[in-house]
């Protein structure tokens, strides 16, 4: 199964200046990329920091919903589904429902939890003309990783959008 990590970052690696930031300094450009790569794969995982500041579920996909406290929570409604499932489990149950593609939508500890486990397969990072100076690091505390850059390319007139494909988990590059 192809896992997909998605994230906007600013020049100084910052996914945000702080946990509770909306992406309203995003592109209008990566904005849509978002929204055509999660449509495309008709799920996305995210933190419930993540989906708190989104403030809703994201139409015509599934939307789930990383949590450790679920009580009242878990369960699924329509497009909206929250778990406090492991990764694996998360992606063999999406498997079983015939998924073949997941996005991973943030937010750092996301991001960092799927890399420590070796699950994501490419990252897609839009990085934007901002220097935050301090913040949101993209990761935190992931082991050191081989990537291949599939493809650079300008997106917008000032934006810079990256795939890169994890080749491997490394020891210490």
Do not use: C
């Not at 990764?87 to 015939?98: Q, T």
């Amino acid at each position: 199964m192809k896992v997909e990590l998605i994230a906007a970052i600013s020049v100084d690696g910052k996914i945000a200046e702080s946990k509770d930031q909306l992406a309203d300094w995003t592109s209008k450009e990566d904005k849509r990329f978002f929204v055509a790569k999660t449509k495309e794969a008709g799920v996305l995982v995210m933190g419930r920091t993540t989906y708190e500041t989104i403030g809703r579920p994201l139409p015509d996909r599934l939307n789930i919903v990383m949590t450790r406290d679920t009580s009242g929570l878990e369960g699924r409604e329509g497009e909206l589904e929250y778990t406090s499932a492991s990764p694996s489990e998360i992606l063999d149950d999406l498997k079983v429902r015939g998924f073949e593609t997941v996005v991973i939508a943030g937010g750092a500890q996301i991001y960092s939890l799927w890399l420590r486990e070796g699950l994501i397969t490419d990252l897609y990072l839009t990085v934007e003309p901002v220097l935050f100076g301090s913040g949101v690091s993209l990761v935190d505390n992931v082991p050191a990783q081989r990537l291949e850059l599939v493809s650079s390319e300008p997106i917008g007139s000032q934006a810079v959008l990256l795939h890169y494909r994890v080749l491997s988990v490394s020891e210490g590059l």
